[in-house]
């Protein structure tokens, strides 16, 4: 049986070895971000050293740039060049540190702050050639610029030194025009660099703001040099080098304002050879309408706001608020005076700039009279400003030769000043000065040849009203890509002095509607402190606070609507009556009349609707300061709430 039996055999699965042992972790899985990681910090340690090798070079080259900061605003030329040369060499030291991290630039998000540094190096470098080569263009005329450093030139008169500056001038175009490539080339490098991706502190160090802010101080100061170039090329030229030339001088009396600045008082003919200044001769305003051969019929804005006057004089030409147009109606005038002469150009200036000179000259002393910038109780105005007043508007039991020419012989009293001592004395102050006052628009410019009123225009010197077509360079304002814009141009039409003792604050309140169009709430309020004037001629009072007749013109964006507006009156019987509305100079405008009493105050009051798009968001505006003007305060709200106030010195762009 048991032979019967067959033999069974179980088919089993031979077991592979692995079978036979315990299941492990995969550590695998790990190695490759362990690997990563070991790389990173192998990386970030690199990294750190190189950092920490960049931060002292960098360290370095602050301490340089201060030293360099500080002999700037010393105006040491000479240690400048000296510091000029150290810090470029601390930053090729930081440079060729920084190329140690150079190939880290691949690595996402470390490699936009690498190229960051990259662009502020480069920045850096372009900042020191623009240097290098104002250096070697200010030396030869140190000693002229009022600079410390040794001239070249250092013996002659000051009229052979200026004559020999203005010559260099010419050669130096060429510096002129590498200085502004660099500059260029530095703003460029700037503007590669996005302070947004930093955070806006780390702990208490404020980041963010403080690169934003030090991009927009050197942004604007490279914006004015390379804007400022053409003026610059054409001041050789303006100044009689190689052809002489000659211009009218007008000064404007702001404390009797006008549309471009103020009431033009008297006149000063000047011929310009090579540099040197020659007063042909100087005379009162009224003198020049006394010698036109025709009289001209009054415009119908003269014939509405002025006080009995019938016919355009000279002394009122200036009606437009844009100077250039203005003077173009003066020449047409000033052409029929008997014995006019072909001028290049007129040159307006303010009694601001006359205090001004008057700082860093002292006292002048004309006609008996001692002129200064003290203020003078009588007035609570400069000394200088009340001896004008009293000397060309009191009246008086006799007939005086030339009521005003008291004006042009205080400005050559001034050149003759200026120009007869040690050009270090006071030229460089002076040359500052006038920058000062012509970024105030204290000083315009109407030049009839086409390149230099272009470098005028583009310095934003020639008293333009912003427009598509006419734009200063050195603003960034473009009309009918999202801008807002304000003017607020104003004419005291027979109010005597009255300027002088009023105060004005300017309120814009403005409401973005959901279709991106404005919403504007202005408001202008006036305030008069002091007491009337003795106006009455028996008595031979100086007449200079009266009430002040305000004719007043608001600027804003073409196809802007009125809404509504308070507080102006109709200029003959003094009834309220609201604004007008025309179009001029590419501009809506807002016409009116109001009037400004001794301690008396006064409130504009409109609202209007602009059709001003914003295509990112932010609210863009231009404000335009009226030329001859104070500082006034300017409030700036949105739907209510304060977001600025700034005194309007110069015009100004807000981005909010």
């Known amino acids: 049986m048991a032979g019967n039996l067959k033999k069974i055999e179980l088919e089993t699965t031979p077991q592979t070895p692995s079978m036979n042992k315990k299941k492990r972790f995969p550590w695998v899985v790990l190695a490759i971000p362990l690997v990563i990681l070991a790389i990173v910090l192998l990386l970030g340690g690199i990294l750190a050293l190189s950092f920490k090798g960049i931060a002292g070079k960098a360290q370095l080259v602050m301490i340089d740039g201060k030293e360099?900061?500080?002999a700037v605003k010393k105006q040491d030329l000479v240690k400048a060049k000296e510091t000029l040369g150290k810090t470029r060499k601390s930053l090729a030291a930081l440079n060729l540190e920084y190329n140690k991290v150079k190939p880290f630039e691949v690595i996402p998000l470390v490699g936009a702050y690498i190229r960051d540094g990259e662009h502020a190096i480069k920045a850096g470098f372009a900042g020191l050639d623009a240097g290098d080569k104002a250096v070697s263009a200010l030396e030869p005329n140190a000693d002229l610029l009022g600079l410390k450093g040794k001239s070249t030139f250092v013996s002659g008169s000051a009229?052979?030194?200026?004559?020999?500056?203005?010559?260099?001038?010419?050669a130096l175009t060429?510096?002129?025009?590498?200085?502004?490539?660099?500059?260029d080339t530095l703003r460029k490098e700037l503007g590669q660099i996005d302070p947004g991706r930093y955070p806006e502190r780390i702990g208490n160090t404020v980041i963010r703001s403080r690169l934003v802010l030090a991009k927009d101080v050197i942004e604007n100061?490279?914006?004015?040099?390379?804007?400022?170039?053409?003026?610059?090329?054409?001041?050789?030229?303006?100044?009689?080098?190689p052809s002489e030339k000659r211009y009218l001088v007008i000064f404007q009396n702001d404390k009797e304002l006008r549309s471009t600045g103020g009431f033009m008082t008297a006149y000063a003919q000047f011929r310009f050879v090579r540099g040197k200044a020659i007063l042909e001769k100087a005379d009162d305003i009224y003198a020049l309408d006394a010698a036109k051969s025709k009289k001209f019929s009054a415009p119908p804005e003269i014939l509405k706001f002025h006080k009995g006057v019938y016919e355009l004089n000279i002394r009122d030409s200036n009606y437009f608020s844009d100077f250039k147009i203005s003077m173009q109606k003066f020449e047409e005038l000033y052409n029929t005076t008997s014995g006019h002469e072909k001028i290049d150009g007129i040159l307006a200036v303010d009694t601001h700039v006359l205090v001004e000179a008057l700082k860093i000259l002292g006292p002048m002393y004309v006609y008996g009279r001692e002129f200064s910038a003290d203020t003078d109780k009588r007035c609570d105005c400069p000394k200088a400003v009340y001896e004008l007043e009293d000397y060309s508007s009191r009246p008086v039991g006799y007939v005086r030769d030339a009521r005003k020419d008291i004006i042009g012989v205080l400005l050559h009293s001034i050149l003759v000043k200026a120009l007869g001592v040690s050009p270090s004395q006071y030229w460089g102050k002076l040359f500052q000065m006038l920058i000062t006052e012509i970024s105030d628009k204290h000083v315009l410019a109407y030049l009839h040849d086409t390149s230099a009123q272009k470098a005028a225009?583009?310095?934003?010197?020639?008293?333009?009203?912003?427009?598509a077509s006419e734009s200063a360079a050195v603003l960034k304002y473009r009309e009918g890509n999202g801008w807002d814009y304000l003017h607020i141009n104003e004419s005291n039409m027979g109010g005597a002095k009255a300027n002088m003792f009023v105060t004005e604050k300017v309120t814009k309140d403005v409401t973005i509607n959901s279709d991106g169009t404005v919403k504007t709430s202005l408001t202008v309020d006036y305030k008069n402190s002091y007491p009337g004037s003795d106006c009455g001629l028996e008595t031979g009072?100086?007449?200079?606070?009266?009430?002040?007749?305000?004719?007043?013109?608001?600027?804003?964006?073409?196809?802007?609507?009125?809404?509504?507006?308070?507080?102006?009156?109709?200029?003959k019987d003094n009834q309220p009556q609201p604004m007008t509305t025309y179009d001029s100079l590419n501009k809506t405008v807002f016409e009116g009349f109001l009037i400004v009493n001794p301690l008396g105050v006064a409130r504009l009051e409109l609202t209007y609707t602009s059709p001003v798009k914003s295509t990112d968001g932010k609210y863009r505006l231009l404000v335009q300061k009226q030329p001859g003007t104070g500082d006034y305060e300017y409030t700036f709200k949105i739907t209510g709430k304060e977001v600025k106030k700034v005194k309007l010195q110069t015009d100004t762009e807000l981005v909010l």
Do not use: H
């Open 68 to 70: 360099l900061g500080a």
């Open 221 to 241: 100061a490279a914006n004015l040099f390379v804007n400022a170039q053409p003026l610059l090329t054409n001041l050789p030229a303006m100044l009689g080098e």
């Open 174 to 183: 060429p510096k002129i025009n590498g200085i502004a490539l660099d500059i």
């Open 541 to 571: 009072g100086l007449c200079l606070n009266a009430p002040l007749r305000n004719w007043v013109r608001v600027y804003v964006p073409a196809g802007s609507k009125l809404v509504s507006s308070k507080g102006t009156q109709a200029p």
């Open 159 to 170: 009229d052979d030194r200026i004559q020999t500056a203005v010559k260099t001038m010419t």
């Open 457 to 467: 225009e583009s310095f934003n010197m020639a008293g333009r009203i912003m427009t």
